[in-house]
């Protein structure tokens, strides 16, 4: 039985529909959480969702965000907590039901964290004061991509 080789760039192949990405050669790129980079996967535009590897240093606070809808994430290293809800390590998954605003910590004193991250729909920042701050949505993630010359994979739908 053969099997699938990931092509040696970044860019989309179709094999009976199917995307096949040599990971390694997508740049790591700054991603709008302070500190974390990210590598972007796939944008499905008529879902409204995004797959990204999203990269965090150990012990580094995510900003307090809100999910405008579910997020998936595996644990590929490193960990992170939740303050009152427990903490997660590589080869753990997460289910984050929209709705949820958190403040994730990344475990400090090892690897940093670098998760496979399914996003339903945006997510958006919360101020201090309460109020909604910057969103991350597909449109934010393929101008980052964009920028940083990582899009050429990516199909919008738009």
Request: aromatic share 6%.
């Amino acid at each position: 039985m053969s099997q699938a080789k990931a092509v040696a760039s970044p860019s989309r192949q179709k094999l009976h529909g199917s995307i096949m990405l040599n990971v390694n050669n997508i740049p790591w790129l700054p991603f709008p959480l302070e500190g974390t980079s990210f590598k972007p996967l796939h944008i499905d535009d008529d879902q409204g969702k995004a797959t990204i590897l999203l990269r965090v240093p150990a012990g580094q606070h995510a900003e307090v965000h809100r999910h405008l809808a579910a997020v998936e994430v595996y644990v590929v290293q490193g960990g992170f907590t939740y303050e009152g809800e427990g903490s997660v390590a590589a080869g753990d998954y997460v289910y984050e039901p929209g709705g949820m605003v958190h403040e994730p910590v990344a475990d400090s004193g090892g690897d940093d964290l670098v998760m496979f991250v399914v996003s339903q729909g945006p997510i958006v920042g919360v101020n201090a004061d309460g109020s909604p701050g910057g969103i991350i949505d597909n449109n934010l993630i393929y101008e980052l991509a964009r920028q940083g010359g990582a899009h050429g994979h990516l199909h919008r739908s738009l």
